[in-house]
């Protein structure tokens, strides 16, 4: 099974070549394979789903309604073994490589890593890969509670984060004037992140643009 959270909400189950995709009717029930898969592979707390789930209007019996809810989940993904019962709690049985926002979170963590040990070269390369997985600007379908949106904001700052790792790669192999572009479109769109000022006025000047880059450190600071 592979579950896309990165853009808007994909499943698809099935071996590799013959997948087919799985649309769960119903936003709480979206809602639920999207907080399970969140914790992959770690089981998520009855609580903790209620609360996500049903925010502050909880049902009459919560642990029915969320017992009735996995078996849903269970026939719309149509396998009664994807989602288990452990530790006061269910996990969604599929892999760590099988949901797009860990394999994005791991190789940012390498990117990152990389940057931070000065190879840059491959450092770039691997972070562009991480950027590729998302295939739309924000999560979708991931409902209105109160941990859904914390969920969702949190992976959009990651989104940025390595963003801006990138970009310090490719100023860091003297491509300078190739991010300026780029830079100057973030800015305007984040005003408040100063990582992205200070990697502006640095591409800038590394253009040979010190004037631009004079105006650009005047103009925040």
């Known amino acids: 099974m592979r579950i896309d959270l990165l853009g808007p909400l994909d499943v698809r189950a099935g071996e590799p070549g013959a997948e087919r995709s799985v649309d769960l009717a119903g936003a709480r029930l979206r809602g639920l394979l999207?907080?399970?898969?969140?914790?992959?592979?770690?089981?998520?707390?009855?609580?903790?789903?209620?609360?996500?789930?049903?925010?502050?209007?909880?049902?009459?019996?919560?642990?029915?309604?969320?017992q009735s809810l996995v078996s849903r989940l269970r026939r719309g993904l149509g396998d009664a073994d994807v989602v288990v019962a452990m530790g006061g709690g269910y996990r969604?049985?599929?892999?760590?490589?099988?949901?797009?926002?860990?394999?994005?979170?791991?190789?940012?963590?390498l990117g990152r890593d990389a940057l931070r040990s000065g190879a840059v070269e491959s450092a770039a390369g691997v972070l562009q890969n991480a950027l590729t997985i998302w295939h739309g600007?924000?999560?979708?379908?991931?409902?209105?509670?109160?941990?859904?949106?914390?969920?969702?904001?949190?992976?959009?700052?990651?989104?940025?984060?390595?963003?801006?790792?990138?970009?310090?790669?490719?100023?860091?192999?003297?491509?300078?004037?190739?991010?300026?572009?780029?830079?100057e479109t973030l800015v305007?769109?984040?005003?408040?992140?100063?990582?992205?000022?200070?990697?502006?006025i640095r591409a800038l000047a590394g253009a040979g643009r010190q004037a631009d880059a004079a105006a650009a450190g005047s103009a925040r600071y």
Do not use: K, Y
């Not at 099988?98 to 940012?108: G, K, N, T, W």
């Not at 991931?142 to 984060?161: I, K, P, V, Y």
């Not at 305007?188 to 502006?200: T, Y």
């Open 92 to 109: 969604l049985n599929v892999e760590r490589d099988d949901v797009d926002m860990h394999r994005f979170a791991d190789a940012a963590r």
């Open 137 to 183: 600007p924000t999560p979708e379908g991931w409902g209105d509670s109160t941990d859904s949106t914390a969920h969702q904001a949190r992976l959009c700052e990651q989104r940025l984060d390595v963003t801006a790792d990138l970009i310090e790669a490719e100023i860091a192999l003297g491509r300078h004037a190739d991010v300026v572009a780029e830079l």
């Open 34 to 66: 999207i907080r399970l898969a969140v914790d992959v592979p770690r089981p998520v707390s009855q609580a903790t789903l209620v609360e996500a789930l049903w925010d502050e209007e909880p049902p009459l019996d919560p642990a029915n309604a969320l």
């Open 188 to 200: 305007a769109a984040f005003p408040l992140r100063e990582r992205f000022v200070g990697l502006l």
